[in-house]
């Protein structure tokens, strides 16, 4: 079972940013229209959230994923055209499609930096560098990279003054729970939604990864908690959906 506190103490309003399944987010409509940027920690080949933030608010976007670099491309493309090889003809010229819509919209639209976020020693950038090279407040955080999130949980608390929303993705709930009780307490923010990514259950039943939406001003709809919402959808189709259990205390 998940800690009492991550559960959101009431239903918020709220609405659905990015693509279908993965890659999507519940936030709450009123920490768009207070945000003066955003700041995306963790991009892949999945730029929908930032794009329909940006029709939301034409605001600055600053995205940060050391991952996506030519060797990354090189490789996604490889991949699609050996997929010829099982009948799927259109995925060399569906990667390619991708790759300039990728170059187009962080050339037009945003600006990205192929830096590692994080406090080890092999990370490019921290949170607060990254923070004074896009100098705008207050700012939408989202934070989706792949378990180095616990490195950078001290420097979010500490700038959650500037912050309007955030959503974060941890991984390892099960060994880190503490530490995400913690920062529920810390953070400064209401804790408006929590979805459970259904890819894989650790041995109790409960997701190995979770996804928390956090707003300085929410618009609360009622008291009681309602899972899931009506706009969640499981990460990865094929899979089961995950019944999100919560101790009483």
């Known amino acids: 079972m998940l800690p009492h506190n991550f559960k959101p103490d009431g239903t918020y309003d709220l609405i659905r940013l990015g693509s279908d399944h ?12 207070q945000a003066s940027a955003l700041l995306a920690l963790g991009i892949g080949k999945n ?13 600055e976007v600053h995205a940060y994923d050391h991952s996506v670099g030519a060797v990354f491309w090189a490789k996604h493309f490889l991949k699609r055209v050996l997929a010829i090889l099982i009948g799927r003809f259109k995925d060399p010229i569906d990667a390619v499609k991708l790759f300039l819509e990728f170059k187009s919209f962080f050339k ?76 529920i307490k810390e953070i400064g923010l209401r804790l408006v939604h929590i979805h459970p990514n259904n890819n894989r ?22 008291d ?10 499981n990460n990865v189709p094929r899979k089961d959906s995950v019944t999100l259990r919560f101790t009483e205390i």
């Open 22 to 33: 993965d890659g999507g987010y519940l936030i709450d409509p009123n920490s768009i229209e």
């Open 47 to 59: 730029w929908s959230f930032e794009k329909d933030f940006l029709e939301k608010r034409s605001i």
């Open 108 to 183: 037009e639209q945003a600006v990205l930096y192929l830096e590692k976020v994080g406090t080890a020693e092999d990370c490019d950038t921290n949170l607060n560098q990254a923070l004074e090279k896009l100098n705008e407040k207050p700012l939408f955080l989202k934070v989706d990279i792949e378990g180095f999130e616990y490195q950078i949980l001290d420097e979010i608390i500490e700038c959650k003054n500037n912050l309007s929303g955030l959503v974060i993705e941890f991984h390892s709930v099960r060994e880190n729970k503490h530490r995400i009780e913690h920062f």
């Open 201 to 222: 259950l650790d041995e109790e039943g409960d997701p190995k990864a979770i996804e928390l939406t956090f707003s300085r001003n929410p618009t609360k709809l009622e």
């Open 224 to 233: 009681k908690y309602i899972h899931p919402h009506a706009l969640d959808q």
